[in-house]
């Protein structure tokens, strides 16, 4: 079967079953399905595809129509300026966390030394990216699942950050390793239950683990953020990511626990995301 045929047939199948963005997720899983970039799909509809490549993409397009996100049929993601490994196991990285790291930019130089804690790494997106970005920092990142370290430690090989990096496995309550000049966290911070009302990509694959906040939506807030307060320096900064009506409930939060709060900073959706606060 040729390119175009198969891949208007793909994109056919994707429709029927209400997937966003048809077009784009077949040439996405086509390019996969055969190794080559989305332009050579573009200028080479009439090549015919093998056997072991037809039925590749099938595979790929059954999955997908599923509601399976793209990252974990790829196992990877861009973030920042790199690539990640991801897998069913961590949360896909969003675009709105990279807000995390454009802060972490504008309140340290390429030449400052600094310990970074990441609380709940994940697939270590957060913590590899400012790390990348200043070679004299040093991280650490924890979380509560094993599989999370794995993909993490494989993501700091995967982008030579080995000998600048620890991960552990640990729940935040346990740790007690260390003070840090800057702490990062994205937490779960979703309410228990507003997660059936997410979309089903998200609501279906990705680990509950890393969404859910609890009833209130600040049970792993408050946690995370007293135990910030112990773990970071005089003066060091906390870099906090939140739901989009959480600001308020937040800061009061961090102020209970001996922090000022620097300022919150919007999303591309222009919802709040983001709180930067120092302790004092």
């Keep these: 079967m040729k390119i175009q045929s198969i891949l208007n047939k793909g994109i056919e199948i994707l429709q029927?079953?209400?997937?966003?963005?048809?077009?784009?997720?077949?040439?996405i899983l086509l390019s996969s399905s055969i190794k080559k970039d989305k332009t050579h799909i573009i200028l080479n509809y009439e090549e015919l595809l093998t056997l072991k490549q037809l039925n590749k993409f099938k595979s790929l397009i059954e999955r997908r129509k599923k509601g399976e996100p793209i990252a974990y049929l790829l196992k990877k993601k861009d973030f920042w300026n790199n690539e990640f490994y991801i897998n069913k196991d961590v949360l896909i990285p969003r675009p709105d966390t990279e807000l995390i790291i454009e802060q972490v930019l504008k309140i340290s130089s390429k030449e400052s030394q600094l310990q970074v804690l990441d609380i709940g790494t994940g697939s270590g997106c957060i913590l590899l990216s400012i790390l990348k970005e200043r070679p004299n920092f040093y991280g650490t990142g924890i979380d509560i699942s094993k599989k999370c370290i794995n993909v993490?430690?494989?993501n700091a090989n995967k982008l030579h950050l080995t000998n600048r990096t620890r991960f552990i496995y640990s729940s935040v309550d346990n740790f007690k390793i260390g003070?840090?000049?800057?702490?990062?966290?994205?937490?779960?911070?979703?309410e228990l239950l507003n997660l059936k009302y997410l979309e089903r990509d998200v609501v279906n694959f990705e680990p509950k683990l890393a969404?859910?906040?609890?009833?209130?939506?600040f049970s792993k807030i408050r946690i995370v953020i007293n135990k910030a307060s112990n773990l970071i320096k005089k003066k060091g900064k906390f870099i906090l990511e939140i739901g989009f009506n959480q600001k308020n409930k937040v800061k009061e939060i961090l102020k209970k626990e001996g922090f000022y709060i620097?300022?919150?900073i919007k999303d591309y959706?222009?919802?709040?995301?983001?709180?930067?606060?120092?302790k004092i």
């Design 211 to 217: 969404l859910s906040g609890g009833l209130d939506g």
């Design 262 to 264: 620097n300022k919150s």
């Design 16 to 27: 029927k079953n209400k997937i966003p963005n048809p077009r784009l997720d077949g040439e």
């Design 179 to 190: 003070k840090y000049d800057i702490i990062v966290s994205n937490p779960p911070y979703i």
């Design 269 to 278: 959706g222009n919802n709040d995301r983001c709180i930067i606060s120092t």
């Design 152 to 154: 993490s430690k494989f």
